[in-house]
């Protein structure tokens, strides 16, 4: 399984950004599909996470400025930030999650920059 991640860069506060993933390679679908991120110096947290039937849970702190959703068929999703804060600035991981024979799988993307600028 490969999650490709795009659309990281460097952006003013108060801008947007649209982060995509698309998986590829699984043969399967995914229970969940979502988003992490990780500051320097700080744990990777969670983002945003969409399941299959679309329940959304965002952060606190991105709640009303994030969007995340998801196309099955394709096994893609999509984060539209807006309002961006510098707070924001982190490297994001796409993450994929498949309960499979009573297992959960965790699969990760190569993370992307989002840097907001103040």
């Known amino acids: 399984v490969q999650l490709q991640a795009s659309g990281g860069g460097l952006v003013q506060a108060g801008g947007s950004l649209r982060l995509s993933c698309a998986a590829s390679?699984?043969?399967?679908?995914?229970?969940?599909m979502g988003w992490y991120r990780q500051a320097p110096g700080k744990e990777r947290e969670l983002v945003a996470s969409i399941t299959s039937d679309d329940n959304t849970d965002y952060a606190d702190s991105v709640k009303g400025r994030f969007t995340i959703s998801r196309d099955n068929a394709k096994n893609t999703v999509v984060l539209q930030m807006n309002s961006l804060k510098p707070g924001d600035t982190a490297v994001y991981y796409c993450?994929?999650?498949?309960?499979?024979?009573?297992?959960?799988?965790?699969?990760w993307g190569q993370g992307t920059q989002v840097t907001v600028s103040s």
């Open positions: 993450n994929a999650r498949s309960r499979r024979s009573g297992r959960w799988y965790n699969y």
């Open positions: 390679g699984s043969g399967f679908s995914f229970n969940a």
